[in-house]
Structure formats: C-alpha cells, structure tokens
C-alpha cells in the first residue's frame, strides 16, 4: 500500500563519498587501503576490481591489503539516503629497478631530495614541499638509464594538478629512445575549465626493448588559461615518480 | 521598503507557498534526523514561503532573530538586501538595496533601543541601522590606526557589540585586524592581524562575544586554520579552539552552546563540503549535522568531514527563541534557508 506512495516522496539526500589519506600508492610493501565514514548505520561497501560497488559488493571492516594494480573503489551506503559516488585508490604497481634518473634542475624551493625523489618508491600528496619536483618553465626532460636488465614496454610519469597554485598537467609528454627518436607522444586535454586537484599517473606505451637511455619531455601549456585568475603568465609542472614496467 | 507595498508584492508568493507546502506521500517517509547527542533535528529544506522570481535571494550570509521574534536574513541580493520571515517562513518585511556585498549582521539592543549592524565587504564600511532600515551611523577603514593604506585594504566581514556598547569588526577579508570602538564609536584598540604566532589571524570570519566565560571573552575565528581563537576583551590572546577538518565560518553561542556553519572541509579549497557543528561549553564538539560524528582521541576531535550532501556551503546558523536552527548558505545556487526543529 505504501510503495507508490514511496515513489512520491520528497528526494532523498545523497551520502558523501567515504573518507581516505591516500589516492593512490604502490601495491604491495605491506601497504594498506583504510576508509573511514562516520555515520551511525551506515556501512562502507568495497570492490578491488575497478567496478562501481553496489548493495552486494562487502562490506569494509578492516583496511584493504593493496596487492593487485588497479583501482580500490568504495562507497557509502545507509538507509532513507541514496548511496555516495564512489572514492577511488589506485594501487600502482612497482617500476622496475634502475640505474639512474637525471631531471632537468627544478626550482629551489620545490627539489625534495633531488633525481633520486623520482624513484623513491614514494608519492607526493598536496604538500608541495614533499617528494615533488617543480618546474616553472615551459618544458623538463628527465633522461632515465635502465641498465638493459630488462625489456621495458611502458613508462609512468607521476605529476599533480592543482590549479588553484598554478600546477596544471603537461600538454604533452614525448618518449624518446637513445637515439632521439620520439617513440610515443601522449596528449592531454586542454584545460578549457577548472578542475578537481589530483594527482595523476600519466602511462605510455613503447616497444618492448631492453633500453640502454629513455628520455621524457614534459612540455606545459604555453600559459594560464583565460578562466584563470593568472591567465597569461606561465604555469608550474610538478612531477614526484617516473617509473618503468 | 513600506511593509503594506511588501505585503502586497509577497500576495503572488502566498498563492505559489501553497504549493510548494509538503504533500501527503512525504509525511508518509520518516524524516532523517541530523546530529547527535542531545542535538538532533529533522529538516526543512522549504521552509521560505516564496519563489525566486518573487524573492530573490543570492549569498545568504548571516541571520538574526529580532526583537518581535521575526527571522531576519542578511543577503547580497540588493533587490532586498534584508529580509523579514515569520517562524513559519513568510516573509513578512523587506528593505535594503544599497548593500552589495552585504556581508556580516549582527544586532544590540531589545525592543525600541534594538539597532542592526552590517558588515559591507564590497563599500567597505560597516552600517549600524534601525530595524526598518534607517541608517544612522557607518564606519570607513580605520585609517587612523596607521595599518591601513586605503579603503580597499578593509574589506570587514564581522561585528560583535559587548554588554557595554563598544562594537568589535573583524576584517576577516582583508588585512586580518580585530578592531575595537568605544560605545561612542571611536577607535580603542587593535589587534590580531596575519602571522603564524598564535594571536595572529588567517580569515577571521567571524566574531562574538562569550558571555560563558567570567569575564566575557571573544571568540574570533580563523577559518584558513580551522579553530576558534579565544582573546580578552582587551584583545589579549587567550586559547585555541581546535577544530580539524573544519573551515568554520562565525561562531553562534545560545543556551550555553557553540554552533558554528562549517563552509568547507578539509580546507577551503574543496567544494559542495560544508556542514554544522556544535559544541558544548567544555568546547567538545557533541553534534554535528550533515558531518562526522564527534570522536575524540587523547582528548582531541578525530578530523570532520562531511558524510550527507546536505548543504554546499553553509555560511551562518541561527537559534531561535526555541532552539530551532535555521542554516543559510554562499555560492549555492541561491538556496533559501533550511530550518532545523530539535527533536526531544
């Protein structure tokens, strides 16, 4: 008698997303995905295979061992209120190990730990000052030396946007081999509106190849876009890994 | 604005208020209750009695209840910057369209001696009026401090009057000073102003003044740092109030408690995350609506967030003469008020 009545009820309010530190880290090393949501009745219900969790998906008690690379989702769900939109953690896998990265010199006040910030195995959150290598020029290059131990077939670049300090993402990112040849180029879309703060792990693809030397090339946008309060002047590009797989 | 002209304009509002009144099927469905502890309440998202075309709002950004017990909203909208509600949300009186960023609202006084004060973010001044609107004293930036070039540098977001008249005006937006008039309106003191000390401020939002306290005090926020200051009425730094996780807008003291509206979390860069908070008068957190529930660890508050979309980006609550809450909101697509009634 009172289900059609239900479907003429007032909307129901929708839950926020649960809560977590990370947004992304390495799988394995012990490291573990905690969520939090504080809300009497409510549970937080979990996948580990990159789909949108529903009703049926577990229930989340304890944190999740990060094993698998891929994508940890988790929502909020509670009674008398529609379910939260999903809270994302990449698990990330690994690079291999390398002999050496040598980046262009970043800006003093932004040099964490110099080359060796970028294959610590450890990824900057939102402090600036912590793990991250900012440039404030138009493009950086960063020569990677794998030591031809093994056939590599993809790289990673981690880098950050967050607009609101003039830190957008590269328009493009070039892989070059030994000889200078660009092997891929990645795009990025042009930022034609403000978006959320994120960090993000850019992913290319190259021949598979016991590589002796790979160079990066991140080149910015030429400037600010016009929506941005410093429209015109140059932006910053911040990068805290390159890995290799 | 003549309030039998407000009246009549508001005759198109009543017919539409009708309308928009809860039906039958949504009080069949059990109304969620928001907070915790001895501070919960269900919720009315369509309290106002009126349509936009008819009232437009923009920033909701302050209330008070005045003398005659009306609900009375301070918006940036200059059609009518000053509102008058009836507790069931007609609105009732309106005036005010020389006031384009109308900003902080505040009253002293009861009865025929009751005056309103309004903070203007964008003149750069703060008005004291009469209840109907009649202007009858404004402050420009206090050059005589010598810690203001020119007026654009004051851009005051708070009053608070004490017991004795003297007013306090936060600058929350522009160079972070708290500064003190006598009851005669001339500059006592000043204090507060940016830095990393703990006397310093960072978006002192909100001011008002604590009568819990033997003396009074004031409790002047830093929203940039989430906490309450609490400083002598000499302007003498006293403590913090630690509240992570939450950009605190004024700080609201009834009945022996603490509300404050939350406009974002964790930090003022992220949007559509606001919420309320309250706090009882050991300055624990003990309900918060549309957030996480209070925890505390070690004696501190575990980070708040929040957990229902309930609001974008509450700017003020105000407590009425029977506690219920009313929470209106900036940069939300021009939302009305919502009320809270207490549930026992």
Not at chain 1, 42 to 70: F, H, K, M, W
Not at chain 1, 74 to 102: H, Y
Not at chain 1, 219 to 229: M, N, S, T, V, Y
Not at chain 2, 202 to 209: K, P, V
Request: proline residues 7%; glycine residues 8%; hydrophobic residues 35%.
């Amino acid at each position: 008698m009172l289900a059609p009545f239900a479907a003429l009820a007032q909307d129901s309010l929708r839950l926020s997303p649960p809560q977590t530190p990370v947004e992304r880290l390495f799988a394995g090393c012990g490291n573990t995905v905690p969520f939090e949501f504080r809300m009497k009745g409510a549970v937080i219900r979990y996948t580990t295979n990159g789909r949108e969790p529903d009703e049926q998906s577990p229930v989340y008690t304890t944190p999740l061992p990060a094993v698998t690379p891929g994508f940890i989702r988790a929502k909020a769900f509670c009674n008398g209120f529609m379910p939260s939109v999903s809270r994302t953690v990449q698990i990330i896998a690994p690079g291999l190990p390398v002999d050496s990265i040598i980046a262009d010199t970043s800006s003093p006040q932004y040099r964490a730990t110099g080359n060796s910030a970028l294959h610590d195995g450890r990824l900057g959150g939102r402090q600036l000052n912590e793990h991250w290598l900012g440039y404030n020029k138009t493009n950086f290059t960063i020569t990677i030396y794998p030591g031809r131990k093994k056939k590599i077939r993809r790289m990673g670049i981690s880098m950050l946007r967050q607009q609101g300090s003039w830190i957008f993402l590269p328009a493009t990112v070039t892989v070059y081999n030994e000889k200078g040849k660009p092997l891929v180029v990645l795009k990025t879309p042009y930022p034609e509106q403000p978006a959320a703060d994120e960090t993000v792990l850019l992913t290319l693809n190259i021949p598979a190849k016991k590589y002796k030397r790979l160079t990066l090339k991140a080149e910015a946008i030429p400037a600010l876009p016009a929506w941005h309060g410093g429209s015109g002047n140059m932006g910053w590009l911040f990068v805290d890994e390159v890995l290799v797989w | 604005m003549h309030r039998k002209k407000f009246i009549q304009n508001t005759g198109a509002i009543l017919a539409g208020g009708m309308l928009a009144r809860p039906g039958f099927a949504e009080l069949l469905k059990a109304d969620p209750v928001f907070g915790q502890n001895e501070k919960r309440y269900t919720l009315n998202r369509n309290w106002v009695q009126a349509q936009p075309a008819d009232l437009p709002v923009n920033d909701c950004h302050e209330m008070l209840q005045d003398s005659r017990g009306h609900i009375v909203l301070l918006t940036n909208e200059t059609k009518n910057n000053v509102i008058f509600f009836d507790k069931s949300g007609m609105p009732v009186n309106g005036w005010g369209h020389e006031f384009p960023g109308a900003h902080g609202f505040s009253k002293a006084g009861e009865g025929s001696d009751e005056h309103f004060y309004i903070t203007d973010t964008e003149r750069h001044q703060v008005f004291k009026t009469t209840p109907a609107g009649r202007i009858i004293r404004q402050w420009n930036y206090p050059a005589e401090t010598g810690k203001y070039e020119n007026a654009a540098a004051f851009v005051p977001t708070e009053t608070a009057i004490a017991a004795n008249g003297d007013m306090y005006v936060a600058d929350g937006y522009g160079a972070q000073y708290i500064i003190h008039y006598d009851a005669a309106g001339t500059i006592k003191n000043i204090f507060g102003g940016r830095g990393p000390e703990p006397q310093h401020l960072d978006n002192a939002h909100g001011i008002c003044i604590d009568e819990r306290t033997a003396p009074a005090t004031l409790l002047i926020t830093d929203r940039t740092r989430c906490c309450f200051k609490r400083f002598s009425l000499n302007g003498d730094y006293m403590e913090t109030i630690t509240l992570p996780g939450a950009c605190v807008c004024r700080p609201v003291i009834k009945g022996g408690y603490l509300y404050a509206a939350v406009l974002r979390s964790p930090s003022m860069n992220t949007d559509n995350s606001g919420f309320v908070i309250i706090l009882n008068r050991e300055n624990k957190v003990i309900s918060v609506i549309g957030g996480a529930e209070p925890e505390y660890e070690n004696g501190q508050p575990k980070p708040f967030y929040q957990t229902v979309q309930l609001f974008k980006h509450p700017h003020d609550v105000l407590v009425d003469d029977e506690d219920n809450l009313y929470v209106c909101q900036w940069n939300s697509g021009k939302a009305y008020p919502y009320k809270f009634t207490p549930v026992v």
